[in-house]
């Protein structure tokens, strides 16, 4: 879960970081307006598997951290937006975390010291 939490997190849109002291590594899946729909543990899962997890969820997977993401993958994993009026976001840094989107999951990682 380290390597994963180092070095591919910053690869992926709308995954953000949060650290939690004492708790175990879970993917927290939520919707646009930050509504828990599920949460997955990590601590049982290789760096790879989580990768291949997160890509069978739709999140999108930058080459490079500060490599824009393009439009149709603005609002990934989510099918569609409650906000699709809205002007483009355009990302300058990846977050570190996890979160999701409508009734698609966004996701928010926790974990303890490792």
């Known amino acids: 879960v380290k390597a994963f939490v180092v070095q591919d ?25 930050y509504e828990e729909l599920d949460r997955i543990a990590l601590s049982d899962m290789s760096r790879s598997e989580i990768n291949e997890l997160l890509g069978e969820l739709g999140f999108y997977k930058k080459t490079e951290p500060e490599d824009e993401v393009p439009e149709e993958f603005r609002f990934s994993p989510a099918k569609d937006s409650p906000f699709k ?11 570190l975390a996890t979160d999701n989107a409508s009734s698609e999951p966004k996701a928010e990682a926790k974990h303890t010291d490792l």
């Open 85 to 95: 009026d809205e002007p483009p976001y355009k990302s300058s840094v990846a977050s």
């Open 9 to 33: 997190i910053p690869l992926y849109h709308n995954l953000v970081m949060k650290h939690i002291p004492g708790a175990d590594p879970e993917l927290v899946l939520l919707n646009h307006y």
